[in-house]
């Protein structure tokens, strides 16, 4: 019962935090600089992963406010057309010493 118990405390401390990362990805300023075709195809897949999620999703994405056309663009083209409309993008601006990254979160 004891260990029942202890178990039930570690999940209402995530509950506490906050919904589960999804996705969490750093992204390397130079792949984002040279906008490097393997990053394009992570982002591709990160929007895949969010539109095929059975709950409603936001993808955070903090960058450079001069990179989200090109980031924005390589996650949508993830997303499948019918689940469009549950799938949220954010952007958030990074500072210049801040890492930039995408994250895929559940809407509650």
Do not use: W
């Not at 906008?35 to 999703?57: F, I, M, N, Y």
Request: hydrophobic share 45%.
């Amino acid at each position: 019962m004891q260990a029942m118990r202890s178990n039930d405390d570690p999940q209402k401390a995530a509950a506490a935090q906050g919904p589960a990362k999804l996705v969490d990805i750093a992204i390397p300023a130079d792949a984002l600089g040279a906008r490097d075709p393997h990053l394009t195809e992570v982002l591709v897949k990160v929007g895949a992963v969010a539109s095929r999620q059975p709950q409603p999703t936001r993808i955070v994405i903090a960058a450079l406010a001069q990179d989200f056309p090109y980031l924005n663009q390589s996650v949508k083209r993830g997303i499948a057309p019918a689940r469009a409309s549950s799938v949220r993008i954010e952007n958030v601006t990074a500072g210049s010493c801040q890492p930039y990254s995408v994250q895929v979160l559940p809407i509650e």
